[in-house]
């Protein structure tokens, strides 16, 4: 990641840029993202049975998550939000929410780049986010058919330099 960096720092005018989720733990794609840069990447995945972080909704401007159950509690940037146990034990969306044991309440995990992924969860749901996601698709299937057939020893052919 570091040569990807210093790479693309010393780029003049870096725009976009086309990210697999390997690179999202990177502190640095948020800050690319802050500069202006558009990102491509496909947020971390929200799946499961229960509610998933999208059925909460995540307040950054009063740093206050709120459950589909109605209860907020305070958000930190990379600590879990904890709703308190007495308000989940009362709650008629528990099944749909939990599998903790009565008298604990449910957490939600909030990454140290949650708004960074909001964003990206967000642009994922516009007409020009699926698009440029749709591209990606392309490259993706290229890249898995590479290493199915070559392994991750793929050959790569030279191109003259034209600069």
Not at 87 to 101: E, F, N, S, V
Request: with cysteine.
């Amino acid at each position: 990641m570091e040569l990807l960096a210093d790479t693309l720092e010393k780029a003049p005018g870096l725009l976009q840029l086309d990210i697999d989720l390997g690179y999202m733990a990177s502190p640095r794609i948020a800050q690319w993202a802050e500069q202006g840069v558009y990102i491509i990447a496909r947020p971390w995945p929200q799946v499961g049975p229960l509610f998933t972080k999208p059925a909460f909704t995540l307040d950054f401007a009063e740093m206050q998550v709120t459950c589909p159950g109605a209860q907020t509690v305070p958000m930190v940037l990379g600590k879990p939000a904890q709703f308190p146990a007495a308000a989940c034990d009362a709650c008629a969306l528990r099944g749909q929410c939990t599998k903790a044991a009565r008298g604990q309440g449910r957490s939600l995990n909030i990454r140290t780049d949650e708004p960074f992924q909001h964003k990206l969860r967000t642009k994922m749901k516009t007409q020009r986010g699926r698009a440029a996601l749709r591209k990606r698709t392309a490259v993706e299937h290229t890249i898995a058919h590479q290493l199915t057939h070559q392994g991750r020893r793929a050959a790569i052919q030279a191109c003259a330099k034209t600069s």
